[in-house]
């Protein structure tokens, strides 16, 4: 089983920055593409950023760009998500994501972590 485990999060002043990290464990042979995902509150989920396996390659939803920042390392199996200048319509649970392979020829499988709480407050 992949495991993913968010951190980093936590109460921080508008215009504060926060760096969340996410690192997966158990049994792991590949890992895809992963993402940041977060749920403000009464909202649905939505999708923030999204790197490839190359590290290289990222997407960011645009009104983020220029204040989030999406980078991973491979040898960790770790995403992280660096946030600027951060606003208190950013406040939400932050989700990482990615698509994991267990063992070689396994199954490609998408796996979720338990979500951090980032608050910005006013």
């Known amino acids: 089983q992949v495991q993913l485990v968010e951190s980093g999060g936590g109460l921080v002043q508008a215009g504060g920055s926060l760096k969340l990290s996410c690192a997966a464990s158990?049994?792991?042979?590949?890992?895809?593409?992963m993402r940041w995902y977060r749920q403000p509150p009464g909202k649905q989920r939505e999708w923030v950023a999204t790197?490839?396996?190359?590290?290289?390659?990222?997407h960011l939803d645009t009104p983020l760009r220029g204040r989030f920042t999406i980078s991973r390392d491979n040898a960790k199996n770790a995403v992280y998500l660096q946030m600027h200048s951060l606003k208190p319509e950013d406040t939400a649970v932050y989700y990482c994501?990615?698509?994991?392979?267990?063992?070689?020829?396994?199954?490609?499988?998408?796996?979720w972590g338990q979500g951090t709480q980032v608050t910005v407050s006013s």
């Open positions: 994501n990615a698509v994991a392979q267990r063992d070689y020829g396994s199954e490609w499988r998408n796996y």
């Open positions: 158990g049994t792991v042979f590949s890992i895809d593409d």
């Open positions: 790197i490839d396996t190359d590290g290289i390659t990222n």
